[in-house]
T-cell receptor, first 113, second 115 residues
Framework: QKEVEQNSGPLSVPEGAIASLNCTYS??????FFWYRQYSGKSPELIMF????GDKEDGRFTAQLNKASQYVSLLIRDSQPSDSATYLC?????????????FGTGTRLTIIP | DTAVSQTPKYLVTQMGNDKSIKCEQN?????MYWYKQDSKKFLKIMFS???????INETVPNRFSPKSPDKAHLNLHINSLELGDSAVYFC??????????????FGPGTRLTVL
């Protein structure tokens, strides 16, 4: 069973600090990884994706990928109360006939004012 | 303006009934999906369609039948509803499945409650 694992949390971080969200995956064939944010009662919205080893930055968000360790992370700098949400990590192993996102169970993040 | 829309937003029904959920996307995408999110917030794919063709059919009871009349629409019909079908159902679309950068955009969800 191909899986994506995340710590369910809750993860509490003071406002202004760096929030670090982690994700591991079991399928070495996974080529790209997506981070979605989901507010309670809302739909998942894309934050960013990464498919090359290393870091990718977008504003206050940095995704990190280490394919050798099968590890993906999302850093949120200068955390704001509006960042409080559940963060979903997803892996995309686009094998022919199996082009689907596999989601982790999500990490609930709470930013404390 | 809405990119991916679903109707209805809420659906409350009795066990044994049949119901449908509709999804439409105006992004010009080729691929559409149905996901189920359970009470523990786990999001799992049910079906995907690429250009009206069924591509992925996960282990879903055959009481669930998707239908894609055209690239912009994907509907989900559920027969003989059971208590365990209660969940939030999300429709999503993406430009072209198979690309590593293919990004999925989600609709607002349909909260189904079976009594």
């Amino acid at each position: 069973q191909k899986e994506v694992e995340q710590n369910s949390g809750p993860l509490s971080v003071p406002e202004g600090a760096i929030a670090s969200l982690n994700c591991t995956y079991s399928d070495r064939g996974s080529q790209s990884f997506f981070w979605y944010r989901q507010y309670s009662g809302k739909s998942p919205e894309l934050i960013m994706f990464i498919y090359s080893n290393g870091d990718k930055e977008d504003g206050r968000f940095t995704a990190q990928l280490n394919k050798a360790s099968q590890y993906v992370s999302l850093l949120i700098r200068d955390s704001q109360p509006s960042d409080s949400a559940t963060y979903l990590c997803a892996a995309y192993p686009p094998y022919f006939g199996n082009e689907k996102l596999t989601f982790g169970t999500g990490t609930r993040l709470t930013i404390i004012p | 303006d809405t990119a991916v829309s679903q109707t209805p937003k809420y659906l409350v029904t009795q066990m044994g009934n049949d119901k449908s959920i509709k999804c439409e996307q105006n992004l010009g995408h080729d691929t559409m999906y149905w996901y189920k999110q359970d009470s523990k917030k786990f999001l799992k794919i049910m079906f995907s369609y690429n250009n009206k063709e069924l591509i992925i059919n996960e282990t879903v009871p055959n009481r669930f039948s998707p239908k894609s009349p055209d690239k912009a629409h994907l509907n989900l019909h559920i027969n003989s509803l059971e208590l365990g079908d209660s969940a939030v159902y999300f429709c999503a679309s993406s430009q072209e499945m198979g690309l590593a950068s293919d990004t999925q955009y989600f609709g607002p969800g349909t909260r189904l409650t079976v009594l």
